[in-house]
């Protein structure tokens, strides 16, 4: 009886390690798709937590929820020129605490005309036109102007005012939009 309480005591031990790890610790999570290349958007789970996903595919909060816990993913930050809507999004763990993977997250195309900006100096501006729209840059990075084409309109940006002691060009500015094979528009400033 005397070796048997040493076995029993670890056997003891081992069962209740894994009783408190099947007590929780679930994941949320699911799939991205639609976001445009070079795009990203940024998530929330529960109004924190925050993950910022790059890439169509499947995501995972970093913190994990209790046996249980309710869960609530909403976007924080839309990706430039787009909007990603949430479905299954809130719910509530299981009382085993399984995992979340069911969460959708589409993104689809907002903007027509959208593309990315470099070269620009900090503390000065270029202002893009294009037919009665206006976008002011102030940062590089992506960006989008807020009016949405229907495939076949013809369009042409170009740049209404330049920044303070820099030129700024047009690379893909005219052109037909077709949605399927918009090609980004560069704005190139030295």
């Given amino acids: 009886m005397k070796h048997l309480a040493p ?15 099947a007590c929780g610790g679930g994941e949320v999570g699911g799939t991205v798709s639609g976001l445009g290349t070079g795009l990203s958007v940024t998530l929330l789970n529960n109004g924190s937590d925050s993950l910022t996903v790059s890439r169509n595919g499947s995501f995972y909060f970093v913190d994990t929820l209790d046996a249980n816990a309710a869960y609530s993913v ?23 605490g399984a995992t979340v993977d069911n ?35 102030t940062a590089n990075g992506r960006f989008a102007f807020a009016e949405s084409l229907s495939d076949g309109t013809a369009y042409t940006v170009r740049v209404l005012s330049q920044p ?15 949605a399927s094979s918009f090609r980004d528009i ?5």
């Fill in 7 to 21: 076995t029993l005591k670890l056997l003891i031990g081992v069962a209740a390690s894994l009783s408190l790890a």
């Fill in 74 to 96: 909403t976007v924080q930050t839309q990706p430039v020129g787009q909007v990603c809507n949430v479905t299954n999004g809130s719910g509530t763990l299981d009382a085993d």
């Fill in 103 to 137: 969460v959708l997250v589409r993104c689809s195309f907002s903007a027509s005309l959208r593309g990315t900006v470099s070269g620009l100096l900090p503390g000065v501006a270029a202002t893009l036109t294009s037919g009665s729209a206006q976008l002011t840059l």
């Fill in 164 to 178: 303070l002691g820099q030129t700024c060009t047009v690379q893909n500015g005219t052109d037909t939009f077709f």
């Fill in 186 to 190: 560069v704005v190139d400033c030295i």
